[in-house]
């Protein structure tokens, strides 16, 4: 089992910025991907940025230029810099931790954190 400890969620205005941190414990070892995903009210869960253990990254074609998904492997510990937001980015974020296998995939989510963005 993985257990993730999310923080760093608020209120901002468009174009600030905030920086999400998700610290993982238990089974690290089972961990082949860690990132970030949002669902807002009415949608569907979908992936954000994602980072693997080889330092290969994933970005949403919505956040590509503004956000920064990063790893700290000695802190256990994944992070979301996310810089001109806008109102759209409004979302619960959940930090994920995926272990991987020649035939499956197993999800660890976070409690969510919500982010806000004024216009």
């Known amino acids: 089992q993985v257990q993730l400890v999310e923080s760093g969620g608020g209120l901002v205005q468009a174009g600030g910025s905030l920086r999400l941190s998700c610290a993982a414990s238990g089974n690290i070892r089972s961990i082949d991907v860690m990132g970030w995903y949002r669902q807002a009210p009415g949608r569907q869960r979908e992936s954000v940025a994602t980072?693997?253990?080889?330092?290969?990254?994933y970005y949403a074609d919505s956040v590509k230029g503004r956000f920064t998904v990063s790893r700290d492997k000695a802190k256990n510990t994944v992070y979301l810099q996310m810089n001109s937001l806008k109102p759209e980015d409004t979302a619960v974020y959940y930090c994920?931790?995926?272990?991987?296998?020649?035939?499956?995939?197993?999800?660890?989510w976070g409690q969510g954190t919500q982010v806000t963005v004024s216009s």
């Open positions: 980072m693997t253990n080889g330092d290969g990254t």
């Open positions: 994920n931790a995926a272990s991987l296998t020649i035939t499956t995939m197993r999800n660890y």
